[in-house]
């Protein structure tokens, strides 16, 4: 009779396979333990890094004001929901969070979510059926196309920001389907470009489509009013009505969660149909005083967003003259291409060494041969530390 033990190890074995293709061809993924410090930097293995791996793109995550006002949640509510929003987990905070967001996206309604990516899982798998047909940016988050999926509906990508494309497959499939949706990302998380929104909003109206937003990188840092790329439609359209707006709390609003703005009957439906949604615990509390805390000092003050715009160009253009890859970038993400995954991971370590967090990216996050290290600016920064991770970086690269 075969050792029980010997049979639960070669059961195994198919695991450790699968592992080993993945370091073989260096993707493997790794965690570090880290602490954060007052002034943005981090502390890895008792040396402190500038960190250009973090998405508080305002710094709010250390301002006195929303650390005050999580603080007063905690005290008055708890750590915790509890429970869901539709058993017993929503409070008149998450009300508050909710109304606020709507009158500041100028929206007739907003739903809170858990998770920014829980948010577009339940967003486009409640409202799209699976008689309709979904048009998809080739490069939108994993958090898009996994709703997509999770529709059922018909699923078509455009290449990435081909308007003629994106038109082309719509006459191609033109009265095939119920209902034709297309879905961006406004401002793109890997190459930190911008979609062609008022572009996209044109040919929604022309088919008579429907348009799903991810401002998700964009929100709070961009627009006149820093609320996103929507700032850019003119008050008289009424788009509202064809352009569903997604967001998150957990990076400029230096929270957690994700939240919706759409017309009330959409926001509606949503509540009544996203099961991601209806099955899981609303978000904290203190998250919720914390995002509401962060909405205020973005309406009162646009000085860090400001801020972060002339420092991301500076450093764009810097790079730009040492002879270096940043892709399309528009933004405060700015990649450095390298493509071999294996030369990026090399970089990115040597900066370490030199004190400096900057991630590799690697695929399946970023195409075949395109591994670059993403570079995020925030309010943390200043042009002095740019200048010196300029130096640290140009040392490192003559190396390679």
């Given amino acids: 009779m075969e050792n029980p033990e010997s049979q639960s190890v070669n059961h195994l074995d198919w695991i450790q396979h699968e592992l080993d293709l993945i370091s073989n061809a260096g993707l493997k993924r790794f965690r570090r333990s880290l602490n954060f410090c007052p002034d943005g930097s981090i502390i890895y293995r008792k040396k402190k890094l500038v960190n250009f791996a973090s998405s508080d793109y305002l710094a709010f995550s250390k301002h006195p004001y929303v650390i005050r006002s999580a603080y007063k949640a905690l005290n008055s509510f708890g750590a915790g929901a509890g429970a869901s929003p539709l058993v017993s987990g929503y409070t008149r905070l998450h009300r508050s969070l909710e109304r606020e967001i709507a009158q500041w996206e100028g929206f007739d309604d907003a739903l809170v979510f858990s998770s920014g990516f829980g948010a577009n899982l339940g967003v486009i798998s409640a409202l799209v059926h699976p008689k309709d047909l979904i048009l998809c940016d080739s490069l939108n988050h994993a958090s898009i196309i996994d709703g997509c999926r999770l529709s059922r509906a018909t699923l078509r990508f455009y290449k990435h920001k081909d308007c003629d494309h994106l038109q082309n497959l719509l006459l191609r499939d033109r009265g095939k389907f119920r209902k034709l949706w297309i879905l961006s990302d406004s401002l793109f998380s890997m190459d930190g470009d911008y979609a062609p929104i008022e572009t996209l909003y044109q040919i929604t109206l ?14 709070g840092v961009t627009g006149e009013d820093s609320r996103g790329f929507t700032d850019t439609f003119p008050l008289d359209l009424d788009w509202k009505n064809r352009v569903i707006k997604l967001g998150t709390l957990s990076k400029a609003l230096a929270s957690q969660g994700g939240f919706v703005c759409a017309d009330r009957k959409i926001i509606a439906l949503i509540k009544n149909k996203a ?126």
């Fill in 275 to 400: 099961r991601s949604y209806i099955f899981s615990t609303a978000l904290s509390p203190v998250c919720v005083a914390a995002a509401r805390a962060a909405i205020k000092l973005i309406i009162k003050d646009n000085s860090r967003r400001v801020l972060v715009d002339s420092l991301a160009a500076y450093l764009r253009s810097n790079l730009l003259d040492m002879g270096l890859d940043i892709g399309p970038s528009q933004s405060h993400i700015i990649p450095i291409i390298f493509g071999n995954a294996e030369k990026t991971m090399r970089i990115s370590k040597a900066l370490l060494e030199q004190g400096y967090l900057v991630p590799p990216i690697r695929p399946p996050s970023v195409p075949e041969n395109s591994s670059r290290l993403r570079v995020s600016i925030t309010a943390f920064h200043s042009y002095d530390l740019i200048n010196g991770f300029l130096l640290k970086l140009k040392e490192v690269l003559s190396r390679f």
């Fill in 206 to 219: 022309k088919n008579d489509a429907m348009l799903i937003l991810d401002e998700a990188h964009a929100t």
